[in-house]
């Protein structure tokens, strides 16, 4: 099976699938990659090395992508968004021949900030959405509250699959602590900062925090300017995936709660990747009222939800974190690209 996996940008998520289907996928999966903008390689380090032929679709994307899919000769093509203009020009050159998978993050139109990677936004996006939805062979979400939103909005094709933000079990740590290392928990949040506003925005949340005595560290995604100078907040250098998950145990709670002020509606259906390195390194997750993430967390007693930032030293002091941790442990290989990826190529089978 050839699968060409196309994408404005290579995302961990690309390079967690292609980990993965390289281990686990049968002996004659080829991989390819049309993109825009940067490498997986160029991101983290690595992760070119995992694809057999790569196309840059800048410039002539048109033309890039009619050649890879003519020298690739792909059987099921698999498109990422945002923007969901990718997905569309695959459906269009390849006219039904070729099964299109869309693979959903984000929902633009439950947006109110633009993507944070900053490409900008095509004509008529929400136009792009419905085409790429409707014209689909198959749907991928992260969140089963995401694909009721599609469904809200479109028709969705014949096969749907919710495959959240898994972390990657090769780089999770072999053992865990499974108790808090000391009276005060630290906190540590890993990813994306912004300054606009929107969902990352999160200056006003960690200055709550530290505000109630706790110790809050941050690593984030790439540079963070307007967040050194919060007090009580430790701003580290960035650190490559595999780096950062080992530390990621030193610590004894995952903070993922968002500012909703522009993009509740678009928060409320994410499952991201911090959410699932957290608990793949043994630390339960702190989050608010987001709909989806509070949802995963309290059916499977793996975090704390809070309405508001405020609470969270009450609701510290109220929960048994010991107890919490070791639950946490027990469960951490679970949500796994590892241990879910039959369901991703049982799709690409069906598809064909």
């Known amino acids: 099976m050839r699968v060409l996996f196309v994408q404005q940008q290579p995302c961990t998520r690309a390079l967690k ?29 690595s992760g ?22 003519s020298k690739f000769r792909p059987d099921v ?6 923007p969901d203009s990718l997905t569309v020009l695959a459906l269009e050159l390849t ?14 139109s439950l947006r109110r900030t633009p993507y944070e990677d900053g490409f900008p936004e095509p004509p008529d996006p929400l136009g792009l959405e419905r085409r790429a939805v409707e014209g689909c062979a198959a749907l991928v979400t992260v969140s089963n509250e995401l694909l009721g939103e599609i469904g809200a909005r479109h ?13 990657l079990r090769r780089d999770l740590p072999p053992q865990v602590p499974v108790r808090p290392s000391g009276p ?3 906190l540590v949040y890993q990813g994306t900062l912004s300054t606009n506003g929107g969902h990352y925005d999160l200056r006003a949340l960690f200055a709550a925090i530290a505000a109630q005595g706790f110790e809050l560290h ?6 963070a300017e307007g967040y050194d100078d919060l007090p009580g907040v430790q701003v580290h250098d960035s650190l490559t995936p595999a780096t950062l998950l080992a530390r990621l145990p030193s610590y004894d709670l995952g903070w993922a709660g968002f500012n909703v002020e522009l993009n509740e509606a678009h928060v409320d259906t994410a499952l991201p990747n911090k959410a699932f390195e957290y608990l ?3 630390l339960p997750v702190v989050t608010l009222r987001h709909r989806a993430l509070a949802g995963f967390l309290a059916e499977r007693g793996l975090g704390i939800t809070l309405d508001t930032v405020e609470e969270l030293s009450d609701a510290l002091a109220r929960e048994d974190l010991a107890e919490l941790r070791r639950r946490v442990a027990a469960a951490r290989f679970e949500f796994t690209f590892e241990a879910r990826i039959g369901a991703v190529l049982d799709l690409y089978e069906a598809v064909v």
């Open 218 to 223: 941050v690593y984030p995604a790439r540079g």
């Open 280 to 282: 793949g390194c043994g």
């Open 48 to 69: 070119d090395e995992l694809f057999d032929r790569w196309w840059h679709l800048d410039g002539s994307p048109v033309h890039a992508l009619r050649q890879a899919v």
């Open 17 to 45: 699938y292609a980990t993965v289907l390289r281990e686990a996928g049968p002996a004659r999966l080829r991989l390819g990659f049309a993109y825009r903008g940067v490498t997986l390689s160029d991101l983290y380090g």
């Open 155 to 167: 028709r969705l094709p014949a096969r749907t699959l919710v495959f959240p933000n898994y972390a």
């Open 77 to 82: 093509i698999h498109s990422h968004n945002l």
């Open 184 to 186: 005060t928990p630290r």
């Open 95 to 108: 006219e039904g021949r070729i099964p299109v998978v869309h693979d959903v993050h984000d929902l633009q």
